[in-house]
């Protein structure tokens, strides 16, 4: 089943009869860049034996902005590390955001040599999949996910694990994801001038990554929306009966509430982003009646202005609240657009909403969230269930003495753990898929010994 694709034929880590083998993966994002290692363990649950992050240099709203500081910072970010867990970092795995991302759902068809399915015959529909695509351009876009939704037989549109199964044909329906060729060139540009050996083994779409981290497979089963929000850019994950339907992102988060805040009181965007962590909430009506009308001021630090800058709690929270209910509308509204223009059935969120990602991390979002969905009109049906949740790691445990200080459990680490269980992800599948190509290779073989053998006969 391949989910990832190879990145390159040389050897693989994990290939090795160590069923533990370290993986490794990097986060670059607007805010921090994080670098994590770990063993991840059958029932994936993980434990991280390195842990390191450090504020983004070179970075902006996703992009690279600047090579040669971005490269600057990875390398002593790298160094660090390597000093301090004595772990060598010369291969990851790289999370890229979803606005440099494109989605698509396709299906595929092969026929059943032998009337039983194989691997070869699923990953051979897969491939069929795959060769469908319209909307990702590869010319544009590297497909980096192939996530397979559900299996067809003549028996059954249902099916999660064909192997076995009894058919004259096996279709799949595939979930695809496309990463944009110039944003990978770019971050293999920053790496490879830190280490021309450093070898990059998948890169994954960060969105993908948070949802693996968080959510459980009865929320996939039962419908689920899963919304992460960075400094720079938020991703968006659907599911429905354990399938992936939707997968699209933006760019918009925090830096663009500091920019908002920025300019109404006429401050620089670091002390903006001081104000918003330190004393911002997403509601106004969650203060209370001192804090709405308490006047407080801010040092500006900046000669050409007013030393001490007054502003209002209030003020603060309607800037801010006023920020996430676009950016809840605009998923929403994607939704409901990708959901008429695919003659999809309507979606019925059984396990609702979850949020990730620093701006998660604001008082009282979840209470913006809700006003959105339930207040968008009377004749509108419910997207989903009265259930909010601010999404946090799950199955992670730390060597003792590696994160004294880091708390690997907020909800702003989603996307560092999730990457590092799609490392090994990346790894099975590419195992797999080779396994599979090997078998193949040794069926034709005998079919053709067999053909050679009735013709000379």
């Given amino acids: 089943m391949s989910l990832f694709q190879k990145n390159s034929n040389k050897p693989l880590p994990g290939q090795s009869n160590d069923e533990n083998a370290v993986q490794l993966a990097l986060d670059i994002g607007s805010s921090k860049i994080r670098l994590i290692a770990g063993k991840i363990s059958k029932d994936k649950t993980l434990q991280v034996l390195g842990y390191m992050e450090t504020p983004s240099f070179g970075v902006n709203k996703g992009a690279v902005t600047d090579i040669a500081l ?186 663009y509430i ?22 911002g909430i997403a509601r106004e009506d969650y203060l209370s009646e001192q804090e709405q009308n308490e006047n407080l001021c801010i040092n500006s630090r900046d000669p050409s202005s007013p030393m001490n800058i007054p502003f209002n709690r209030r003020d603060i929270a309607i800037l801010i609240g006023n920020r ?14 990708e959901v008429k223009i695919k003659n999809m059935d309507p979606l019925t969120l059984g396990a609702g909403f979850v949020i990730t990602g620093g701006v998660a991390n604001t008082p009282y979002i979840e209470y913006v969230l809700e006003n959105v969905i339930f207040n968008t009109g009377e004749s509108a049906e419910p997207l989903g269930n009265r259930k909010f949740r601010i999404g946090i790691p799950r199955g992670v445990s730390v060597e003792p003495g590696v994160c004294d200080e880091i708390n690997l459990f907020d909800t ?46």
């Fill in 70 to 255: 971005l490269s600057a910072t990875i390398a002593e970010l790298i160094r660090n590390f390597t000093e301090r867990y004595k772990i060598a970092v010369d291969h990851l795995t790289v999370g890229v955001p979803s606005c440099f991302s494109a989605a698509e759902n396709q299906q595929g068809y092969a026929t059943v040599q032998s009337g039983k399915v194989t691997a070869e015959d699923r990953d051979s529909a897969i491939k069929n999949a795959k060769a469908g695509i319209q909307i990702i351009d590869e010319t544009k876009y590297k497909v980096v996910h192939i996530i397979p939704q559900n299996y067809i037989t003549e028996t059954s549109s249902e099916i999660y694990n064909p192997i076995g199964q009894y058919a004259k044909k096996i279709g799949v329906c595939v979930h695809v994801i496309g990463i944009k060729l110039s944003h990978i060139k770019n971050i293999e540009s920053v790496l490879k001038s830190i280490n021309p050996d450093l070898r990059i083994d998948s890169e994954v779409n960060s969105d993908n990554a948070a949802s693996d981290a968080v959510l459980t497979e009865s929320e996939k089963e039962i419908g689920v929306c899963h919304i992460d929000i960075g400094k720079g850019t938020v991703g968006v994950s659907v599911y429905d009966k354990k399938c992936r339907v939707m997968s699209f992102g933006f760019n918009d988060g925090g830096v």
């Fill in 258 to 279: 500091d920019d908002d805040i920025a300019r109404f009181l006429g401050l620089q965007m670091g002390l903006a982003e001081k104000l918003r962590i330190g004393y």
């Fill in 324 to 337: 996430l209910t676009n950016i809840f509308r605009k998923v929403i509204n994607k939704i409901d657009i």
């Fill in 412 to 457: 702003d680490k989603s996307v560092i753990i999730g990457l590092l269980r799609c490392a090994q992800d990346s790894i099975e599948s590419q195992l797999e898929q080779k396994k599979s190509q090997e078998q193949g290779a040794r069926t034709g073989l005998m079919h053709n010994i067999i053909d050679w053998f009735k013709h000379e006969l």
